[in-house]
């Protein structure tokens, strides 16, 4: 087989050094995060008080926990869906199948969780266990990521994603050489995506929720909030599964260790650190302040919601009414670009929706820490570097489309603003 064409895709975090760097700094914030937010003093930017005992970071009871969830939700994911989805044409022209059964996963687990609950299962014992299960989620993350890698040195050149395919070992293992990875129709980056981490989180939110009611005799209204507004974001992605076929994680990025790591350790455990504070710094919260972080929460769904609806409902059938009637910039490749609606605010107006609930999430949590707005700055951060790297692909892709959208629609997330 002819040598894989190397990608000339410029180098992204850092190249090779940015990439191993965050390989050791990604796992190593974590436990910080994590100490932290268990801490009296919860200092975000100072050294946790006391580094954990080796001993502390590992059990291999947690690692069954870890693998136990795996395959639950495996197992969750190969039941019949009520939908196959075909995802965008690849380079070959081929069409991949995805099942769409995300929500109907939630909705099992949510059941079986039911009857465990029902039948005495110490669900609040997994907010004593953050450490070691996020330790061994970490070392689930990085087999996957070497089984991965190995895995693609057998694929076909045109199964590699143009960007993690530089040459360099360390920088591909972390950005991921192979595009679609799959075990016959299994499709790993698909399912890990969304089911274990995202059900996870909202897993370890609840059983923080429990050892609260525990602790107290009920849970906070602000352990209320943070749970239900997150609990409706997993749900909502879930609803709204096949949108994940047009982001680009799907459509461009291949599945490495940035995207396993991502979605097996870093959602999970530092996307539930608000209720993770709450639990050991409850806050007081008024019911009119709770009403106002309802109202911020409703309006940055409602923009998140709405953007990306209008625009996956744009890309799946443009002749849709709900979208027919929108001004659109054509391009040579035959895509519309939608230059008004939501789309003619701001060039990504679902990551304005999705930065105010970031907010909303925080806001119970007090203002006496900056820890609990971690998300929030982290959010932000990665999200300027996705547009970033979106407006350059779609540069790539479109290119006067492109250029002419940008002068119609100047503002990038907030209008008047950035
Ligand atoms: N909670 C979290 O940790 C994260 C949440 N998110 C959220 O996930 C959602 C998806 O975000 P993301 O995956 O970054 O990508 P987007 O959903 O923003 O999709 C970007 C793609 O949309 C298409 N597009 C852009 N502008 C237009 C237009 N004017 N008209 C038509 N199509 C357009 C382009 O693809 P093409 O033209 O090829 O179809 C572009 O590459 C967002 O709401 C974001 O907030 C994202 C990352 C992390
Ligand atoms: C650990 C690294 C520094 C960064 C890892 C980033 C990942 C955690 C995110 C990259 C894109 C994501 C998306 C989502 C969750 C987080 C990751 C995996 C969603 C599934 C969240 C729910 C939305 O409705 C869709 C998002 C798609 C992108």
Redesign the pocket.
């Known amino acids: 087989m002819a040598p894989p064409q190397r990608s000339r895709v410029p180098l992204e975090f850092g190249g090779p050094l940015g990439a191993a760097a965050?390989m050791l700094l990604?796992p190593a914030t974590l436990v910080h995060l994590l100490l932290a937010a268990r801490s009296a003093p919860a200092h975000l930017l100072a050294p946790p008080p006391a580094l954990p005992a080796p001993g502390a970071l590992w059990s291999p009871w947690a690692l069954q926990l870890c693998l136990g969830w795996l395959g639950l939700q495996v197992a969750l994911y190969l039941l019949p869906a009520r939908k196959v989805a075909e995802g965008l044409q690849l380079k070959d022209k081929s069409r991949l199948l995805y099942p769409i059964n995300g929500f109907q996963a939630l909705v099992l687990t949510a059941l079986l969780l039911g009857l465990g609950l029902w039948a005495g299962l110490p669900l609040d014992a997994l907010a004593d266990m953050l450490l070691p299960l996020a330790f061994a989620a970490t070392l689930t993350a990085f087999v996957v990521s070497i089984l991965l890698f190995v895995k693609s040195l057998m694929a076909h050149p045109s199964a590699l994603a143009p960007g993690g395919n530089s040459g360099n070992p360390v920088y591909d293992f972390f950005l991921g050489r192979e595009l679609n990875p799959r075990i016959i129709s299994f499709d790993i980056k698909y399912f890990?995506?969304?089911r274990p981490?995202?059900l996870g989180w909202v897993l370890i939110n609840l059983a923080l929720l429990m050892q609260e009611a525990k602790l107290r005799g009920s849970p906070s209204l602000a352990m209320c909030l943070v749970n239900g507004f997150q609990l409706l974001?997993?749900g909502?992605?879930l609803w709204?599964e096949e949108?994940?076929l047009t982001?680009?994680?799907i459509m461009h990025?291949g599945f490495g260790f940035?995207?396993a790591?991502?979605?097996l350790?870093?959602?999970p455990f530092?996307?539930s650190l608000q209720a993770q504070f709450l639990l050991h710094h409850p806050q007081p919260l008024g019911l009119p302040l709770a009403a106002g972080i309802c109202l911020l929460n409703a309006v940055g769904y409602y923009i998140?919601r709405g953007a990306?609806s209008q625009k996956n409902t744009f890309r799946k059938n443009p002749s849709d009414p709900s979208v027919a009637g929108l001004e659109t910039i054509p391009t040579a490749t035959g895509q519309q670009l939608l230059v008004s609606g939501w789309w003619g605010v701001v060039r990504h107006p679902n990551y304005l929706g999705?930065i105010i609930m970031a907010l909303a999430w925080s806001l119970p949590c007090g203002v006496t820490h900056l820890l609990p707005y971690f998300y929030l700055l982290?959010f932000i951060a990665?999200l300027l570097h996705?547009e970033a790297r979106d407006e350059l692909q779609c540069l790539q892709k479109y290119g006067l489309a492109w250029q002419e959208y940008c002068q119609r629609v100047p503002y990038r997330i907030v209008p008047y603003v950035y």
């Open positions: 965050l990604l890990c995506e969304l981490g995202l974001y997993v909502d992605a709204h949108a994940i982001t680009m994680d990025d940035m995207l790591f991502g979605n350790v870093w959602v530092t996307y998140f990306n999705d982290y990665l996705r």
